[in-house]
């Protein structure tokens, strides 16, 4: 195999850093078995006198075509970069420490030395980290400057184990990626004392994991003691007032800051303001902020656009803040806020959408805050790990994405027809109920389902249920989010996999849900990978759930 073509050419004049010689077999879909099956890439590999990088993302691998790769690898000790995401879709997971610690071994028996080690997208959970940990405490790793982890189902046992791996010997990590592991408290504070040991990180990004205050507070004082940090990553993690207080404690320390993603972590006003006297009282030369989606005051708001354009050349170093989802105040307000921020601020979340969240008396709350804060702390300790690994049918990321934007308090009648979803309330939603309710779209799945459980008893009910199935598709496509959201809702309502927070399955017919779901899921507009995922599932259930056997046929 050629290793010196024009792509690989045009990616060197664009990242002069970047390794150019070496074996990509990205995105192929091969299914490698056996060793014979892996033959061409070990082909690939015994023709590539200089084997800088070797990428295998997008296909599967079995173990004995890991230990064939692995005998070609121990004659390349020049290694530095292998990145095997994506790389075991439909393995059992007893095939994946085997495999990984295969590929491994080889890389030992070289001596080479990695400097990027990319394992995203396998959902290979704990017992992955234990494949890997030979790995990750070899001399292999010494020199290891970039990990990526994300989505990898680590859950808290996966991140102590990564984290005894890793704090084995000095690291020095530039980059570390791990966001969807569900870490939690736990997982995030083992990690955090192998980050304060190593103080070489420049980005770090873990969101999506679950991280209460506690954590937050455990990786703050962490990041003191890492100085060249540069980008950082907590979006969608309960950061609250608390954990704002302590990152902001923390900012004196990281002068070079530049890039903060807080997104959808629950800051408030109290927290947003200890976040903005930090930005104001260190001069923080930020040139990319995200606080969308946290429930902030407007005053909150406008104290946070003061600080970050408080020096002289804000408007030409911001080039993104991202404000969207708070409360804004009126045209005025808002107007204020573009002046000051200039072409960097993004303060709705569409093209004509000036409304946002909008909170009761917000500036007056924040003693109910903490005591909010703690009862969710208490409800998330008592939360189990369940590090899933996922079938291939589950990954939908190219096809549905979710809106979460604007999404509002849900409050008033629609918040009465979730929590008691009957006949009656479903009645006092008037005659658009369905537009109603879509302007909750957090909770529009548990709606869907809320409305589908009544159609076998209420005519309304059934006349509204084939009209909702379509409306979240169309919907769960119109923004950017997670593309794992809208499967984890529905198969959490339905019963087939465990919540992570409160189940919201029990208060609707389960019976009448699948009834319905079966009548919409072979239609034109249904997803296919959806659709294939729904009934992965409800095949693996269909003994424990009678139900389920509905979405089966």
């Known amino acids: 195999m050629s290793t010196f073509d024009f792509k690989s050419i045009n990616a ?44 295998l993302t997008g296909n599967t691998l ?47 028996t070289a001596g080479a030395r990695l400097s990027v080690l990319d394992l995203s997208d396998n959902a290979f959970g704990p017992i992955g980290v234990e494949g890997l940990a030979k790995l990750l405490q070899s001399d292999v790793c010494s020199e290891l400057e970039e990990l990526r982890l994300n989505n990898n189902g680590l859950g808290i046992t996966g991140g102590r184990l990564l984290a005894k791996a890793l704090g084995a010997r000095p690291r020095k990590l530039k980059i570390f990626i791990a966001g969807r592991n569900r870490l939690e408290n736990d997982g995030a504070t083992a990690l955090a004392k192998v980050f304060q040991n190593m103080g070489t990180l420049e980005e770090l990004a873990m969101p999506q994991n679950g991280i209460y205050h506690v954590g937050i507070s455990a990786l703050s004082q962490a990041f003191k003691h890492n100085a060249q940090l540069a980008r950082l990553n907590l979006n969608d993690n309960t950061v609250g007032a608390k954990g704002a207080a302590a990152i902001a404690d923390a900012l004196p320390n990281l002068k070079n800051l530049k890039s903060i993603n807080f997104g959808d972590c629950l800051l408030k006003s109290k927290g947003a303001k200890a976040l903005a006297k930090a930005f104001k009282d260190n001069s923080l030369l930020l040139e990319s902020l995200d606080l969308s989606h946290n429930e902030i005051g407007r005053a909150a708001c406008m104290e946070l656009v003061d600080a970050i354009t408080a020096l002289p050349d804000s408007g030409e170093r911001l080039n993104k803040v991202v404000l969207a989802g708070n409360s804004l105040g009126g045209a005025g307000n808002k107007k204020t806020m573009r002046d000051k921020l200039g072409a960097s601020a993004e303060l709705s979340d569409g093209e004509g959408s000036e409304d946002e969240f909008v909170t009761d008396s917000e500036e007056d709350n924040s003693g109910s805050e903490e005591e909010e804060g703690d009862a969710d702390q208490n409800s998330e300790d008592s939360a189990t790990e369940d590090a899933q690994h996922h079938d291939s049918s589950a990954d939908f990321a190219q096809e549905i994405t979710l809106d979460t934007s604007g ?6 009648a629609v918040g009465m027809f979730l929590r008691y979803p009957t006949a009656e309330n479903l009645d006092r939603l008037g005659e658009h109920a369905v537009d109603v309710i879509d302007a909750h779209l957090q909770a529009y799945v548990d709606a869907t ?80 990978a959806l659709r294939d995922t729904l009934r992965f599932f409800a095949n693996a259930k269909k003994t424990a759930i009678p139900h389920a056997e509905l979405l089966c046929r």
């Open 12 to 55: 060197a004049l664009s990242d002069p850093g970047k390794p150019t010689s070496g074996v990509d077999f990205s995105g192929k879909s091969l299914k490698l078995d056996t060793a014979n099956d892996a033959q061409p890439i070990v082909d690939a590999i015994n023709s590539c006198p200089n084997l800088q990088y070797l990428t």
């Open 62 to 108: 079995g173990v004995s075509a890991a230990e064939a790769i692995s005998k070609a690898l121990q004659q390349h000790p020049e290694l530095k970069v292998a990145r095997f995401s994506d790389m075991f879709t439909g393995r059992m997971k007893t095939e994946i420490p085997p495999a990984l610690a295969a590929l491994g071994d080889g890389m030992i």
């Open 407 to 412: 999404v509002e308090e849900v409050g008033g």
């Open 449 to 528: 389902f809320c409305v589908c459980g009544l159609s076998q008893t209420h005519a309304r009910a059934a006349a509204l249920g084939p009209h909702m199935f379509p409306l979240l598709v169309k919907r769960a496509q119109q923004q950017h989010a997670a593309a794992w959201l809208l499967a984890n809702t529905m198969l959490t309502a339905l019963g087939l996999i465990k919540s992570e927070d409160k189940p919201s399955s029990g208060r609707f017919a389960l019976g009448a849900c699948y009834a319905a779901l079966a009548r919409c899921l072979d239609a034109p507009y249904f997803p296919s």
